[in-house]
DNA sequence: CTCCCGATAT
DNA sequence: ATATCAGGAG
């Protein structure tokens, strides 16, 4: 039975993910900070493939905050139904849209502070954005890295505040961003929520759910 | 804590 | 049938 791992297994444990995932990157496809901030609000509850699948036609005709910000919320709420919990999303996509033009200049802001400005960005979504887009260091814990961290035994913790907190903590500031990409990679290609793939795993060596199973 | 929520995998 | 999917607000 394995206890947490300490820092200098965790960085281990990264090395052998980073070599099992040498293309790990954000898979929310954007060409611009303001498609990125879009398809994070979109992705909650969704999966990244729904969310690009939306976002590849929304983004032909709409790519800017000057074309959310008055749009009517009726047709914003039909082209984001298909991502689910859709009112919020069309809401808080529009909102951000207008708070961007009137708070931030027309930009979508750099920091993880101003971006939580934004009505529907919360720390999670803020730390996507501004670790992607603009090299912020930060490890945005949405339900894979909560998962697949405390799984392991990275940390233990049973919220996502405390996880990112002790994530920062075990893992050296400069890969953060990275590990963040990878925990996901991980968790939607082996230690996925139900019926993980424990055999196949390669660093199952460093799990203790793995002892357990 | 509950609510928002459609689409897919199990 | 139901758990889960790159959460956030009230």
Redesign the pocket.
Known sequence: MKGILSHDEADKCLDVLEETYPDAK???EHKSPFELLVA?IL????????VNKVTEEMFKKYNKPEDFANMDIKTLEGLV??C??????AKNIKASSNVILEEFNGKVPETIKDLMKL????????N?VASTCFGVPAI?V???VF?VSNRIGFVSENNVEKTEKALENKIDRDRWTKA??LF?FH??RCC????PKCQACPIKDFCRYYEET
């Not at 992705?43 to 990244?48: F, I, L, P, V």
């Open positions: 954000c898979e929310l994070t992705s909650a509850q969704c999966t990244d493939v729904r139904k298909e689910g919990l859709y009112r919020n999303k009505p529907g960005v919360g720390k999670k979504t803020a996507v945005a949405d339900t894979h998962r963040h990409h996901i968790g939607r996925t929520a139900r019926s």
